[in-house]
Antibody, heavy 118, light 105 residues
Framework: QVTLEESGPVLVKPTETLTLTCTVS??????????VGWIRQPPGKALEWLAH???????SYSTSLKSRLTISRDTSKSQVVLTMTNVDPVDTATYFCARIQRLAFDYWGQGTLVTVSS | DIQMTQSPSSLSASVGDRVTITCRAS??????LNWYQQKPGIAPKLLIY???TLQSGVPSRFSGSGSGTDFTLTISSLQPEDFATYYCQQSYTALTFGGGTKVEI
């Protein structure tokens, strides 16, 4: 059974760094046909892809957020970590991680709501 | 970045209706186009990948078509559980989403 679970802070102050962890089970981060991505959704708004990483450590970032994002993986812990620097209230959103197979997000975590506020 | 534009942004329909949602890419993405369904408070669900391949377990009333820059999601006979927001996503370069189409009663 494939599962993904996001974890991280519920509340972050402006200018701080946000670190989110996606813990996966039911598949391996070393599987050459799979990857893991991060997507966010501000309240009442559309989905926004942020970044993804594949088993060969290939990474890709949203152009608009590239300077603030870092994605990495720890295969021993079955975790993918996303860091976002210098957060702002506009970064308030539900953050999802999802598995990538056949270049589509086929399994999703339940999401974690992160609020940026002083 | 490739921009994805969905239309309409919302629509009203009735049970049994045939519903069509359009997605246009800002450049040729061949057939690298996926569709998702999202209900309030729940993570999106993959419906269709590679333009027209139904994800396992998705009802056959959902279908996808298109190529190049223009794509379509069709629901042949709308069911009560289909009222949701639908998103297209290109996977030709990166994985950007469209703005969504809300299907309302």
């Amino acid at each position: 059974q494939v599962t993904l679970e996001e974890s991280g802070p519920v509340l972050v102050k402006p200018t701080e760094t946000l670190t989110l962890t996606c813990t996966v089970s039911g598949f391996s981060l070393n599987n050459p046909r799979m990857g893991v991505g991060w997507i966010r959704q501000p309240p009442g708004k559309a989905l926004e892809w942020l970044a993804h990483i594949f088993s060969n450590d290939q990474k890709s970032y949203s152009t608009s957020l590239k300077s603030r994002l870092t994605i990495s993986r720890d295969t021993s812990k079955s975790q993918v970590v996303l860091t976002m620097t210098n957060v702002d209230p506009v970064d308030t959103a539900t953050y999802f991680c999802a598995r990538i197979q056949r270049l589509a997000f086929d399994y999703w975590g339940q999401g974690t709501l992160v609020t940026v506020s002083s | 970045d490739i921009q994805m534009t969905q239309s309409p942004s919302s629509l009203s329909a009735s049970v049994g209706d045939r519903v069509t949602i359009t997605c246009r890419a800002s450049q040729d993405i061949i057939n690298f186009l996926n569709w998702y369904q999202q209900k309030p408070g729940i993570a999106p669900k993959l419906l269709i990948y590679a333009t027209s391949t139904l994800q396992s377990g998705v009802p056959s009333r959902f279908s996808g078509s298109g190529s190049g820059t223009d794509f379509t999601l069709t629901i042949s006979s709308l069911q009560p559980e289909d009222f949701a927001t639908y998103y297209c996503q290109q996977s030709y370069t990166a994985l950007t989403f469209g703005g969504g189409t809300k299907v309302e009663i």
